[in-house]
């Protein structure tokens, strides 16, 4: 390998751990409450972090850091762009009025 092999190893494994736990809650919230938004934000999370681990995968397997580094990014650009679309997805909230009759 070469000397960066412990740094991506470590880098990686802590964008599984914590992106993961991200993704976990994310879900969690989204199975309380049925936000298309936070469905979202699992969605992209869990892309970011899928990509960690397949690009960890290239580099440890393969060989190749460039393979590597090429699969991330673009996983990463896809998980931002799916995080982006959570901010703009409508977040369906029912709210119940009660109209008070005058006296």
Known sequence: MN?????????NAATLVLGG???TLAYR????????ALRAVTAGFGFIVAG???AG???LVG?????????????TAGGFAV????LYTETATNR???IRGSK
Not at 63 to 75: D, E, N, R, T, Y
Not at 83 to 86: G, H
């Open 63 to 75: 060989g190749s850091v460039g393979l590597g580094v090429a699969i991330q990014s673009s996983f």
């Open 21 to 23: 736990a991200v993704a």
């Open 3 to 11: 000397e960066y092999t412990a740094l991506i190893v470590a880098a």
């Open 52 to 54: 960690s681990g397949i």
């Open 83 to 86: 995080l982006l679309y959570s």
């Open 57 to 59: 995968l290239a580099h």
């Open 96 to 98: 119940t009025v009660t």
């Open 29 to 36: 919230a989204f199975r309380r409450t049925g936000s298309r």
